[in-house]
């Protein structure tokens, strides 16, 4: 039995940590600025890209002109460097071409006809590029060859079909193969190796049937036996040789290899890899396996954006019961949000939670702003940030949505700036109409949009996305969805990150809030992410984790930056212009990072490193990779 004396002390004990509790946590919601975005306070960077000031006086894009040697100018760079591609800007390379030379900050030249180039001309380009698609390939052999003597790198961005090719023993010398095998054979799957594309080699072979709902690739292709001398990136692999780990890389058809032609390097693709975004990094891993060293600039961000999500209307509390129970509310708060908090610590990531008012706007259940502290105060506490979600059910406009949006933020009484958006892709044309009417929208400087691969990852906004009107805010494409991860998918995800250091991974939570089947509930999707987050991204994990307004701010950076570099001996020279501070993958052959100044660098990879410049300007000093002293470029 317990004591009157003892039985007060326990009460005593009670009250006071009940107190202490309660005081904290008063103290706690009372102190925390968790209605201030710390990622909008930062002032925004306007959109004056520094690397199409030449371009003002004719070139910038839009504007064409002669080059005056036959070549249609698309936009030209400050300091002279352009890439040339051969073939119609109408197919489906020359979009990627063009990204590319933006994102590296060259201009561009379009000769429509082999025939139209010469080389009697003070400025060469940097790279030659051919779509042939839309020329005869056939015809032109010689002249591609004569171009080789230059020492100009020269790519192949797609080939004839394998009958035509077999036609021209001079085209099979210059594209470095030996024999055609087969005009189209099935192959099991596909093997990129290692050194090319950043995170490593892998292959994409469905051998478990549950990996089979990934295999989206094209696995038809011609097969070609290369010459000895070639350097072969990616393969098709064949069945009979799936499980021989010591196979010749020559066995197996190749689809991107490197042939010696001349003076110069011969890039080849066989397939379609250059005809969407894919083939931007793509192409910046040719340059880097067609010269001493390439330094480029990225953006160095990965984002994590969970859309839809909270969503405030109890709108399909009855399913939530069913499955959960509890009510809408309940589940997001007490079950979706510990396991996302638990996948941020985990993964150490840094999301960004787009709010989402309601979804059906023609029932009559409302909105209820009471969980909205709660979720801003979590988010602070974790370093994420609050932003919108602009999606909505049927029946109703973009332009009622927002307004009835408008009604209840506007309601809570806080100050917090939303200064990030997501937007479905049908709903992106027709935001320049919304964006500076009401101030629902006033503080977005970022907009996200689930836009297929054909598009740029990351762009300006313009209205109606034909440049018509620019409203100073930057567009930042879905580069995947986090459930579902394909093979094609994660080759475009290791091009992105070899291209620009740059990820943009949604959970969309409105399947789990909206179930449709049982593979929508929570706990499947929660394995399913959580898996491919530990598994796809974990390469890339050197690069920053960014909110999509801290993201913005470097996406500014990156589109308004121009730079020159040069090498002297062991030293590389960097010199940037138009942004404070800036981020540079600088890739090597044989080297490593011996001293440094005006940049902080840290190793992504074998080879690899990125680089902060704060100061306008860097030397890097290299030296030989004391682990790879026989090491010969290639």
């Known amino acids: 039995?317990?004591?009157?004396?003892?039985?007060?002390?326990?009460?005593?004990?009670?009250?006071?940590?009940?107190?202490?509790?309660?005081?904290?946590?008063?103290?706690?919601?009372?102190?925390?600025?968790?209605?201030?975005?710390?990622?909008?306070?930062?002032?925004?960077?306007?959109?004056?890209?520094?690397?199409?000031?030449?371009?003002?006086?004719?070139?910038?894009?839009?504007?064409?002109?002669?080059?005056?040697?036959?070549?249609?100018?698309?936009?030209?760079?400050?300091?002279?460097?352009?890439?040339?591609?051969?073939?119609?800007?109408?197919?489906?390379?020359?979009?990627?071409?063009?990204?590319?030379?933006?994102?590296?900050?060259?201009?561009?030249?379009?000769?429509?006809?082999?025939?139209?180039?010469?080389?009697?001309r003070d400025n060469l380009p940097e790279v030659f590029l051919v779509d042939t698609t839309s020329i005869n390939l056939l015809e032109h052999v010689a002249f591609f060859s004569e171009l080789t003597e230059l020492g100009i790198p020269l790519v192949f961005c797609n080939l004839p079909q394998g009958a035509e090719v077999r036609k021209s023993e001079d085209l099979c010398a210059l594209l470095g193969i030996g024999e055609v095998v087969s005009e189209q054979i099935e192959v099991e799957g596909i093997h990129l190796f290692s050194g090319f594309l950043l995170?490593?080699?892998?292959?994409?072979?469905?051998?478990?049937?549950?990996?089979?709902?990934?295999?989206?690739?094209?696995?038809?292709?011609?097969?070609?036996?290369?010459?000895?001398?070639?350097?072969?990136?990616?393969?098709?692999?064949?069945?009979?040789?799936?499980?021989?780990?010591?196979?010749?890389?020559?066995?197996?058809?190749?689809?991107?290899?490197?042939?010696?032609?001349?003076?110069?390097?011969?890039?080849?693709?066989?397939?379609?890899?250059l005809s969407d975004m894919t083939g931007v990094g793509i192409l910046?891993?040719?340059?880097?396996?067609?010269?001493?060293?390439?330094?480029?600039?990225?953006?160095?961000?990965?984002?994590?954006?969970?859309?839809?999500?909270?969503?405030?209307?109890?709108?399909?509390?009855?399913?939530?019961?069913?499955?959960?129970?509890?009510?809408?509310?309940?589940?997001?708060?007490?079950?979706?949000?510990?396991?996302?908090?638990?996948?941020?610590?985990?993964?150490?990531?840094?999301?960004?939670?787009?709010?989402?008012?309601?979804?059906?706007?023609?029932?009559?259940?409302?909105?209820?702003?009471?969980?909205?502290?709660?979720?801003?105060?979590?988010?602070?506490?974790?370093?994420?940030?609050?932003?919108?979600?602009?999606?909505?059910?049927?029946?109703?406009?973009?332009?009622?949505?927002?307004?009835?949006?408008?009604?209840?933020?506007?309601?809570?009484?806080?100050?917090?700036?939303?200064a990030a958006a997501f937007a479905e892709q049908e709903d992106i044309e027709q935001m320049g109409g919304v964006l500076t009417k009401g101030a629902l929208l006033k503080d977005i400087r970022t907009l996200a949009s689930d836009f297929p691969v054909s598009q740029p990852v990351i762009s300006w906004y313009e209205s109606g996305m034909d440049g018509a009107e620019n409203y100073g805010i930057t567009l930042q494409n879905v580069t995947s969805d986090?459930?579902?991860?394909?093979?094609?998918?994660?080759?475009?995800?290791?091009s992105m990150e070899t291209a620009l250091g740059y990820s943009n991974v949604r959970i969309d939570m409105h399947d789990v809030l909206w179930p449709q089947s049982e593979a929508d509930q929570w706990e499947k999707m929660y394995d399913s992410m959580s898996s491919n987050l530990n598994t796809y991204w974990k390469a890339f994990s050197s690069f920053d984790q960014t909110t999509l307004t801290e993201s913005d701010g470097r996406v500014r950076a990156f589109l308004n930056l121009d730079y020159r570099d040069r090498r002297e001996e062991d030293c590389i020279y960097l010199e940037t212009f138009g942004a404070a501070e800036s981020w540079f993958l600088l890739r090597i052959h044989g080297e490593e990072i011996a001293s440094i100044t005006g940049a902080a660098y840290r190793k992504i990879e074998e080879g690899t490193y990125l680089l902060h410049v704060t100061e306008g300007a860097a030397e890097i000093g290299l030296r030989r990779n004391r682990g790879l002293l026989e090491y010969t470029y290639p």
């Open 1 to 120: 039995m317990v004591s009157r004396r003892n039985f007060f002390s326990i009460v005593v004990m009670m009250a006071v940590l009940l107190f202490m509790f309660q005081f904290s946590q008063v103290i706690k919601e009372n102190e925390s600025d968790y209605h201030i975005n710390v990622y909008a306070m930062e002032e925004i960077v306007p959109n004056t890209p520094i690397w199409r000031a030449e371009s003002q006086e004719g070139n910038a894009p839009g504007h064409r002109e002669q080059d005056g040697m036959g070549g249609e100018v698309q936009f030209a760079a400050s300091d002279g460097a352009y890439a040339a591609f051969f073939g119609s800007k109408k197919g489906k390379v020359y979009p990627v071409v063009e990204q590319w030379c933006v994102y590296n900050k060259q201009g561009l030249v379009v000769y429509h006809e082999p025939g139209d180039y010469t080389t009697e």
């Open 482 to 494: 986090v459930k579902t991860h394909t093979f094609s998918n994660d080759l475009f995800v290791r």
């Open 199 to 273: 995170g490593g080699g892998i292959k994409y072979v469905a051998v478990r049937e549950e990996e089979k709902k990934n295999q989206d690739m094209n696995l038809q292709i011609p097969w070609y036996m290369t010459k000895g001398g070639t350097k072969t990136y990616m393969v098709g692999i064949l069945d009979e040789l799936l499980e021989e780990e010591e196979a010749k890389n020559e066995y197996f058809p190749p689809l991107i290899w490197r042939n010696s032609f001349g003076n110069a390097k011969v890039f080849v693709v066989n397939g379609e890899y």
């Open 284 to 418: 910046d891993a040719m340059m880097y396996e067609a010269a001493s060293y390439v330094i480029y600039p990225i953006i160095n961000a990965q984002n994590v954006l969970v859309t839809n999500y909270p969503e405030f209307a109890g709108e399909n509390d009855e399913i939530m019961m069913e499955l959960y129970s509890r009510k809408m509310e309940a589940v997001q708060r007490d079950i979706f949000w510990p396991d996302l908090a638990a996948l941020i610590e985990r993964n150490q990531l840094k999301l960004t939670c787009l709010f989402a008012p309601q979804y059906e706007y023609l029932d009559e259940t409302e909105p209820s702003g009471e969980t909205v502290p709660f979720y801003l105060q979590q988010l602070k506490e974790t370093g994420a940030e609050a932003g919108m979600s602009l999606t909505y059910g049927e029946g109703i406009s973009l332009q009622d949505k927002l307004s009835r949006d408008q009604q209840f933020y506007a309601s809570q009484e806080n100050p917090y700036q939303y």
